[in-house]
């Protein structure tokens, strides 16, 4: 960052589906994003460690192990650090219920925001019947999807060289398909039913690297993205409004990035 700016900092901040142990992770964003962002409370909802890819080859280089040690020092100031396992580091789930070095595991959890709603937090997966149902689909699935990540570096490195935002090629292909919107929109319907049958104002999730924010099925359903494709977060602020943070190498000489698809309304809701 090129200027001098104190960190924001944030009643409670969601991330999820940073997906460390792989090549495609956008690590340098992420601890640029955390250099500039502290809250109270710190939901990691899933994904953050990728086991799947770890199974299949070693890769862990010291930025990845950056990203662990600042959350952990975040947490020796005085930040709650709540760990939600997703899929793909569903090892950890052997552990709901206790704490690892100050990280507290869970399978969910319900979030009172300040203004007084209360937000289911989980991964999502639970609800995604392809990894339920079809594990072996959902394996082949992630091995297209990170030859597409592959595709994306490359061009990254190229944009970059340009002059030009980090932009998603694998995001962009998603919502192109239209089986991958109707997916989505299943998805939503399905965390906003559990929302509902637990008494909840609304969900908080990831899983699926779609960045969202919105009422449209009767509460508030809030997906955090990814630290892969959409390099995004959801903050809350002291006041419980919620908003969706996109981070990007562009920011250099700004606090934060808005999302700007995020409606006035949500912000401010």
Known sequence: MSIAVAPRHLRTLFLSDIHLGTRGSQVDLLLDFLKWHDAETIFLVGDIVDGWRLKKSWYWPQSHN????????????????????GNHDEFLRDYLGTQLGGVELVDSIVHETADGKRLLVIHGDQFDVVVRHAKWLAFLGDGAYTLAL?????????????????WS????????????????????????????????????CGHIH??????DFGIRYINTGDWVESCTAIAEHHDGRLEILRWSAIAKDEAFVVDPDTKVDQVAA
């Open 66 to 85: 950056d990203v662990v040690q600042k959350l952990l020092r975040k947490g020796r100031k005085g930040a709650r650090l709540v760990y939600l396992p």
């Open 150 to 166: 592959g595709l994306n570096t490359v061009l990254n490195k190229i944009r970059r060289r340009l002059g030009f935002d980090y």
């Open 169 to 204: 090629l694998s995001a962009w292909a998603k919502l192109k398909v239209k089986n991958a919107v109707n997916f989505i929109g299943t998805f939503e319907n399905a965390l906003v039913t559990e929302a509902k049958r637990v008494g909840a104002d609304g969900v908080v």
């Open 210 to 215: 779609h960045a969202a924010l919105h009422d």
